[in-house]
């Protein structure tokens, strides 16, 4: 069965560290694709990055950068120099390709506080 | 642009009582889903339809029901609101099935 697991319930830093969430997933399918989404404190889903198993460079967006690696099947995420702002609930999502229904699986979310 | 709309966006039940959530969308996506989110469970999928006329459930579907009769709309119907209702609901669309998802500004729903 497909699982997403982020280990991470909450993560509390002070403004200008870096943090890193974890996203850990079970899948058999060999093509599949990995999701990160944000969701502030107003309560909207903010979609962050996808990546296809095949590719597994690390991306980077500014403060962001993801680092995918297959062999431990984790997609992890980082900012750097954190801002009050970036304070949120992170999620990592697997999709379910059978069936080409376009269904995401999401973990149970990280809530990062950046404190001034 | 509209994206996804959902009403309403607060609404509080009584044990037993009907409605129905709105979904509608207007960038002409096939695919739409409906999630609730409850606290530290991340979203659960409660019904999906991959196209006009076309349904599948979810995760959870116990107590739902959905019906896709335009590309646009995909209303969530809960019948005899229980207090296990109490969630917050987001509506989805997908313009490919491999792409990603944009949701809804979400619906708090409150059964008491």
């Known amino acids: 069965a497909q699982k997403v697991t982020q280990a991470q319930t909450e993560i509390s830093v002070v403004e200008k560290e870096d943090v890193t969430l974890d996203c850990v997933y079970e899948t058999r399918d060999t093509t599949y694709y990995l999701f990160w989404y944000k969701q502030p404190p107003s309560g909207e889903l903010v979609f962050l990055i996808r990546?296809?198993?095949?590719?597994?460079q690390n991306e980077i967006s500014g403060r962001y950068s993801w680092n995918f690696q297959k062999s431990t099947s984790s997609f992890n995420f980082t900012i750097t120099a954190s801002q009050v702002v970036d304070s949120a609930v992170y999620f990592c999502?697997?999709?379910?390709?059978?069936?080409?229904?376009?269904?995401?699986?999401f973990g149970q979310g990280t809530t990062l506080q950046v404190k001034p | 642009n509209a994206g996804v709309t959902q009403t309403p966006k607060f609404r509080i039940l009584k044990i037993g009582q009907s409605m129905t959530l709105q979904c509608t969308q207007d960038?002409?996506?096939?695919?739409m889903y409906w999630y609730r989110q409850d606290p530290g469970m991340g979203l659960k999928l409660i019904y999906y339809?991959?196209?006009?006329?076309?349904?599948d459930k979810g995760e959870v579907p116990n107590g739902y029901n959905v019906s896709r009769s335009t590309t646009e709309d995909f209303p969530l119907r809960l019948e005899l609101a229980a207090p296990s209702q109490t969630s917050v609901y987001f509506c989805?669309?997908?313009?490919?099935?491999?792409?990603?998802?944009?949701f809804g500004e979400g619906s708090r729903l409150t059964v008491l």
């Open positions: 989805a669309s997908s313009y490919l099935h491999t792409g990603e998802l944009f």
């Open positions: 999502a697997l999709s379910d390709v059978s069936g080409n229904t376009g269904k995401l699986i």
């Open positions: 990546r296809n198993s095949f590719d597994e």
């Open positions: 960038m002409n996506h096939n695919y």
């Open positions: 339809s991959v196209g006009a006329g076309i349904t």
